[in-house]
């Protein structure tokens, strides 16, 4: 192994992963921190996602500690700490905390900072992260639920969550290259800075800043900056060239979806999937039962598996959805809905699905959970972000294309299934 990441949730790590694979390193998914004596995969790189993005400070820390341990154990080169490009975090953390605690960990003294992912529309200039052509607090990250982002200054942000101190990498200083980006970071590490933000406009920085930072110990950022970071490997003689670095296992057997997502995206895609496929729609609002609603959708699949992918949705438009948390409250209705497909998707494996899309970030954490998967590696990408996985640990062998909700064109569940013939 040569890349050892940490990634504070589970689709950031899934889309981390998939940079990797697309630049050539054959990757693994691990779903959180494997136990002491788990002997590393056969992969160039290793993600553990973790769920710390919004756990308490030191929980993230903690877990994120155990998870550097067990990739050093396994022989990691260099370690990566992947957060999301909108550089999602509160005043108290957990970007700088968990960092912070890497950095000591590994005695590395500094670590760069560089959120931006520019094919996504994240660009970072002069230490300032915009979403497209708006300041990271006006792009309506400041109204996140969870972790408001209220000020587009990472240099300020960053310096908040840290009892170290924060420099600037500047734009100009990163058009002029790898090698003067080198030196900034070096002399910003004398100067007795921890952290470098680094301005990155296009990939063009990107591949830049990977290539500057080939001797840091630890690399923090989205997975965007992950892009220069094969070619490191590839120029010291470490990484073979993979004819296909996301080749996976083929595996007969009927296949599935399962859409536990309301978001916009994923109406449209199962609405295009009504016009090809078979659907069934659960319906809690008349049955608010898991077990009845999982009993009828495998009932339903019965004699439809082995044909065309059968789909079953339990997707709604606001109004439904409204309706039933206002019936079961908020957390029971997601919970209700989340364990039927949870246990729609193990009956269906029972039946021997092998070929399985679920969409809904919540919703495939759910599934996961119930299936026992514990790695994903990771295979060709169906729409960005999104790959094609083979699924260890689950008992049986399992493709899996887990969908965060607005990810993917309308015609993904159609296509999911081309891309594996
Ligand atoms: P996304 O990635 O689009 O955010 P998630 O799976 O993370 O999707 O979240 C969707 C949530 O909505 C899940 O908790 C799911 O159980 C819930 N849900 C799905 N369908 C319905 C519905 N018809 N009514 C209420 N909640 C629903």
């Known amino acids: 192994m040569l890349l050892g990441a940490?990634?504070?949730?589970?689709?950031g790590a899934t889309d981390l992963a998939s940079m990797l694979v697309r630049n050539g390193m054959r990757t693994v998914q691990r779903i959180g921190v494997p136990p002491a004596g788990e002997p590393p995969p056969d992969a160039d790189a290793v993600v553990v996602a973790l769920k710390s993005r919004t756990a308490p400070a030191a929980q993230a820390v903690s877990e994120s500690l155990a998870a550097l341990h067990w990739l050093r154990k396994a022989g990691a080169r260099q370690f990566f700490f992947k957060y999301c490009s909108t550089f999602d975090s509160?005043?108290?953390?957990?970007?700088?905390?968990?960092?912070?605690?890497?950095?000591?960990?590994?005695?590395?003294g500094f670590a760069l900072a560089c959120p931006a992912f520019p094919a996504n529309a994240r660009s970072v200039f002069q230490?300032?992260?915009?979403?497209?052509?708006t300041l990271l607090n006006e792009s309506g990250m400041e109204h996140h639920p969870l972790t408001p982002m209220t000020d587009a200054n990472l240099v300020r942000v960053l310096s908040h969550q840290t009892d170290g101190t924060v420099g600037l990498v500047p734009y100009a200083t990163v058009a002029a290259g790898a090698g003067t980006i080198r030196k900034a970071m070096t002399a910003l590490?004398?100067?007795?800075?921890?952290?470098?933000?680094?301005?990155?406009?296009?990939?063009?920085?990107?591949?830049?800043?990977?290539e500057a930072a080939a001797g840091h110990a630890l690399i923090t950022g989205g997975s965007g900056v992950a892009m220069g970071l094969p070619e490191n490997f590839r120029r010291a003689g470490l990484l073979a060239q993979h004819r296909d670095p996301g080749a996976l296992t083929s595996l007969d057997g009927p296949a599935a979806v399962l859409s536990g997502s309301c978001s916009r995206a994923t109406l449209g895609q199962v609405a295009f999937a009504r016009e090809h496929l078979p659907v069934f729609a659960l319906d809690a609002l008349r049955v608010p039962d898991a077990a009845a609603l999982a009993d009828a959708a495998l009932a339903w699949a019965a004699d439809k598996l082995g044909g065309p992918p059968v789909v079953i949705a339990a997707s709604a438009p606001p109004d439904?959805?409204?309706?039933?948390q206002q019936r079961l409250g908020r957390d029971a209705a997601g919970a209700l809905i989340e364990q039927a497909l949870?246990?729609?998707?193990?009956?269906?494996v029972a039946r021997r699905v092998r070929r399985l899309v679920v969409a809904?970030?919540?919703?495939?954490?759910?599934?996961?959970?119930?299936?026992?998967?514990?790695?994903?590696?990771?295979?060709a990408e169906i729409d960005p972000g999104v790959p094609w996985?083979?699924?260890?640990?689950?008992?049986?062998?399992?493709?899996?294309?887990?969908?965060s909700g607005n990810f993917g064109a309308r015609d993904f569940f159609l296509r999911a299934f081309e891309v594996l013939a």
């Not at 996985?389 to 969908?403: D, I, M, N, V």
């Open 6 to 11: 940490i990634a504070d949730d589970f689709t």
């Open 90 to 108: 509160t005043e108290k953390g957990n970007i700088g905390p968990v960092a912070d605690a890497l950095v000591a960990a590994l005695d590395a």
């Open 127 to 133: 230490g300032h992260l915009f979403v497209g052509s």
């Open 189 to 210: 590490k004398e100067q007795g800075r921890r952290y470098a933000i680094v301005d990155a406009v296009d990939d063009g920085h990107l591949l830049a800043i990977g």
């Open 320 to 324: 439904q959805v409204a309706a039933l």
């Open 342 to 348: 949870a246990s729609i998707a193990e009956g269906l």
């Open 360 to 379: 809904g970030g919540e919703t495939s954490g759910a599934v996961v959970q119930r299936l026992g998967v514990r790695s994903l590696r990771i295979g």
């Open 389 to 403: 996985t083979y699924a260890e640990g689950s008992g049986a062998p399992l493709l899996l294309a887990l969908k």
